[in-house]
């Protein structure tokens, strides 16, 4: 191989991921990082690290890439992996990106180019409409979507003509923002579809194949949440046209690298349509890795990846590529899914990750959470013999999944892996829109915090929920526990509020009891004020109610930050009257807005922040004082 040293040009799992590889071909390593990641997991990683004003700074990554040395940029996903104007950079400096050229970006990364390129291949794509015609003219639903990048944004499905130009303007706003550019697409919207990807790989000697398939369809807002590979739902003749469809599209555009085809495969006709390309390495490229065999072994996909930019044949043709098993990944972000997915923030008390299963991830405890990159955590992958294998490892491994400090969507993960639904490969792209998942109930995690909390008002020295993971024992006398409602624990006589408990073992943060016949297992973390208890992957904040809800924090008259973020806007000032309802002001974090109310009428005593300031997570921003 001809790579001898490769430059990140990422952060977190994605760049821990790529380094992973690279240090078993003994390729050595460059990590960037920014004043925010300097301690970061991804830069202790690396042979070396190299500071820079931002991951999206073409010319000061490409200024890093010389300076250290490497020889090869690998872009990861997201930031500037699909920026054609990155990828010229680097060749004008003559560094190799692992990935597609320049000019193949430019004819992929737009889908209004892309759709043209899979038309001359023969691809069949998603009926459009010209943006400007007469919307009466359309047949609806129809989806209006971005032009260029993804993830969700700067689309809007539209239901009438009557509707058709606020969402095509929302649309555009949402696309100018984020993607410094508001062309738009206005397609057929299929009410029931399933999101098919195909991985596909070439060379610079013209050979292209595709190792199979991937579904995605359990997505909310057209942000994928579970993944796994093969789809559970297509028959073989499907898969061969679909998977045919993205070599003829790769070999139509001159494709090389890895990338990924994506297609909507339509419930109700059985009709699949070209949606577009990626033209780097997908998040959900591990569920490939696990089940994709060549010649019988697995695969590494970065390794191939970096072979083909060393000018490396792949090696192996289509009929040597095979499927065994299955696979399914869960993206855990930093959010509160139970509570109007708000954006969380802040730092890690105590983290666990499973140990059966692979796991990407960059977080640990004790680490910053922030809310200038994306809420994406890590990813647990879970592998079986076959589907249903694969799930309830994946439902036992979120079980393990132990995030303190913060709220994630662990617990809404293990809830929609453990469904029916999912169990049945019924869940279509826009199922998650239409259906609202049920908060996990307190009242296993209000017993375990309730006995902790009796267990450590008998001791007065170490306990097992501190970092040292001290072992005790011992039965104390009837204890009042004050948590979000009185508990009585009785360790004597093994009860909690009368209901039989057996304490099976606790050391090490992680309690495990027998209650009323049935064995619970959590993981607890004893800070001043609060007990946090993680079980079945949901973070519960016994003592009071928890400043991550999705609602502004209110006691005694004072409105605080629910997420860290920029207050926008304040409406009043100290000494103004104002009603039960009325808005205060208005805060942001991560394109999302806030209305911060008056929780009772009276009369404002204090304002805590100026309009456009930073504030923190819990910050007091408005006192009000009821009216007598």
Same mark, same amino acid.
């Given at each position: ?26 390729? &050595? ?29 073409? *010319? ?7 300076? #250290? ?45 892309? &759709? ?57 706003? *949402? ?14 919207? /299929? ?55 993205? /070599? ?11 990338? #990924? ?7 109700? %006709? ?17 569920? %490939? ?7 019988? *072994?697995?695969? +590494? ?7 083909? !930019? ?6 192996? =043709? ?21 509570? =109007? ?42 592998? =079986?013999?076959?589907? *249903? ?25 293990? !809830? ?12 279509? %792209? ?12 307190? +009242? ?72 009323? =016949? ?39 008259? !004072? ?70």
């Amino acid at each position: 191989m001809t790579v001898s040293k490769v430059l990140v040009a990422n952060r977190g799992e994605i760049a821990l991921r790529v380094f992973r590889t690279c240090s078993r071909l003994g390729i &050595r390593t460059v990590a960037l990082y920014t004043d925010l990641d300097a301690d970061a997991p991804h830069v202790k990683a690396a042979d070396e690290g190299v500071h820079v004003p931002g991951y999206l700074d073409v *010319e000061a990554v490409v200024q890093a890439a010389v300076a #250290t040395g490497a020889d090869a940029v690998h872009p990861g996903y997201g930031f500037l992996s699909e920026r054609s104007a990155f990828a010229r950079a680097l060749e004008d400096a003559r560094i190799r990106l692992v990935g597609p050229s320049a000019d193949v970006m430019d004819a992929m990364g737009r889908k209004d180019h892309a &759709r043209d390129v899979a038309g001359r291949a023969g691809v069949p794509v998603v009926p459009s409409y010209d943006v400007g015609d007469d919307p009466a003219s359309f047949v609806y639903p129809v989806l209006v979507k971005a032009a260029a990048g993804g993830g969700g944004k700067g689309m809007r499905t539209v239901r009438s003509a009557a509707e058709y130009a606020e969402a095509l303007a929302a649309a555009r706003r *949402e696309a100018a923002s984020s993607f410094g550019d508001d062309a738009m697409l206005a397609e057929k919207y /299929v009410e029931s579809g399933r999101h098919i990807e195909v991985q596909v790989l070439g060379d610079t000697h013209g050979n292209v194949v595709h190792l199979f398939e991937r579904d995605c369809s359990t997505q909310r807002r057209h942000q994928k949440v579970l993944e796994e590979a093969p789809a559970p739902t297509i028959d073989a003749d499907l898969r061969g046209r679909i998977t045919g469809a993205a /070599v003829d599209l790769a070999r139509q555009v001159g494709y090389t690298n890895a990338g #990924t085809v994506e297609f909507l495969l339509d419930n109700t %006709t059985g009709d699949f349509y070209f949606l577009e390309m990626n033209t780097r390495l997908q998040v959900e490229h591990p569920v %490939t890795e696990s089940v994709v065999r060549v010649g019988g *072994e697995p695969i +590494d996909l970065v390794e191939l990846q970096l072979r083909v !930019t060393g000018g490396e044949a792949l090696g192996f =043709g289509q009929q040597e590529v095979t499927v065994e098993g299955h696979a399914i990944e869960a993206r855990v972000y930093a959010e509160d899914s139970f509570g =109007g997915f708000l954006p969380q923030a802040g730092t890690t008390s105590l983290v666990r990750w499973p140990t059966d299963v692979r796991v990407d991830q960059a977080l640990g405890s004790n680490q910053v959470v922030s809310t200038a990159y994306d809420p994406m955590l890590g990813k647990v992958i879970a592998a =079986g013999a076959d589907r *249903e294998s694969a799930r309830q490892a994946l439902v036992a491994a979120l079980d393990e999944t132990a995030i303190l400090g913060l709220t994630t969507n662990a617990g809404f993960l293990r !809830t929609l892996v453990a469904r029916d639904e999912f169990r049945d490969a019924t869940i279509d %792209t826009g199922w998650l829109d239409r259906h609202e998942l049920p908060a996990p109930d307190a +009242d296993v995690p209000r017993v375990m915090a309730a006995w902790v909390s009796a267990m450590l008002a008998a001791l007065d020295t170490g306990h097992p929920f501190q970092a040292d993971g001290f072992r005790v024992g011992g039965a104390p006398a009837p204890t009042l526990v004050e948590l979000d409602r009185d508990v009585v624990v009785d360790r004597a006589a093994g009860t909690v509020d009368g209901a039989p408990v057996r304490q099976l073992s606790a050391e090490n943060h992680t309690l495990e009891l027998d209650l009323d =016949g049935h064995r619970v297992r959590a993981v607890v973390n004893v800070q001043p004020g609060i007990v946090e208890v993680s079980y079945q992957g949901q973070r519960f904040v016994l003592t009071g109610p928890d400043r991550l809800a999705d609602h502004v924090a209110v006691s005694d008259g !004072t409105i605080t930050a629910p997420m860290p973020g920029t207050l926008l806007e304040v409406r009043v000032a100290a000494g103004d009257r104002v009603e039960e309802g009325q808005v205060l002001g208005m805060m942001e974090a991560m394109k999302m807005e806030l209305s911060l109310k008056a929780p009772f009428a009276g009369r404002v005593t204090a304002v805590g922040a100026d309009a456009g300031h930073q504030v923190a997570l819990g910050d007091a921003l408005f006192v009000v004082d009821p009216d007598d």
